[in-house]
């Protein structure tokens, strides 16, 4: 989406490290946005657009930062392999697990799963096809004329058998486009109430 005027970039950086088993746990990184929002003038965002960029600067791709597409490039032994998983999402609901966040979820304007998996075809055959999946549900999809936020945003993180980056130290880069916007009474109303039943 390109940005039109009056419309405002906002980037931002989360880091994020993977445990010992190669697992993450669901964390949050917060973009401030105090300086767009204000419920009581009735000030918001809506936010059009987010973008994820993942980067592992402390990897093996030195030269450019790139996160490996690969969680584990092992095959678990026998015909099937190891799932791996990232999940990154934006919300204005911190919620406890990132497996109950989905594009159905209150207050979630974005979701972004990777998944990769390698497997032998049998127990006795040595070769691993590879299967790699991106899926994408960005605002422009689940809210086209734009996310309204009078808060800030939330950004959460969770991976499973991610193990090629195991005890790095990962990145995001956000950027977010938005258009600042007058909140009427009745949506600021309807926003607020909807915040009450966290």
């Not at 040595?126 to 422009?140: H, I, T």
């Not at 005890?167 to 977010?176: A, C, K, R, S």
Request: include cysteine.
């Amino acid at each position: 989406m390109a940005k039109n005027r009056g419309d405002v970039i906002l980037r931002d950086r989360m880091q994020f490290d993977l445990d010992a088993q190669d697992d993450r746990t669901t964390l949050y990184g917060r973009i401030d946005l105090s300086s767009y929002v204000n419920p009581v003038s009735r000030d918001g965002l809506a936010i059009k657009q987010v973008l994820f960029q993942l980067r592992d600067q402390s990897g093996g791709l030195t030269n450019t930062g790139i996160l490996n597409p690969i969680g584990d490039w092992s095959p678990a032994g026998g015909a099937s392999g190891q799932t791996s998983a990232l999940k990154v999402y934006g919300t204005t609901r911190a919620y406890e697990n990132a497996a109950e966040v989905g594009i159905a979820s209150p207050d979630v304007l974005c979701v972004y799963e990777r998944t990769s998996v390698v497997g032998k075809e049998t127990a006795l055959n040595d070769s691993a096809p590879l299967v790699v999946a991106d899926y994408w549900y960005g605002p422009e999809d689940l809210h086209p004329e734009g996310f309204t936020v009078v808060s800030d945003l939330l950004i959460g993180v969770a991976a499973d058998n991610w193990v090629n980056q195991g005890g790095d130290t990962l990145e995001i880069d956000i950027m977010l486009i938005a258009e600042p916007i007058k909140i009427t009474t009745d949506r600021m109303n309807e926003i607020l109430s909807q915040a009450q039943d966290l």
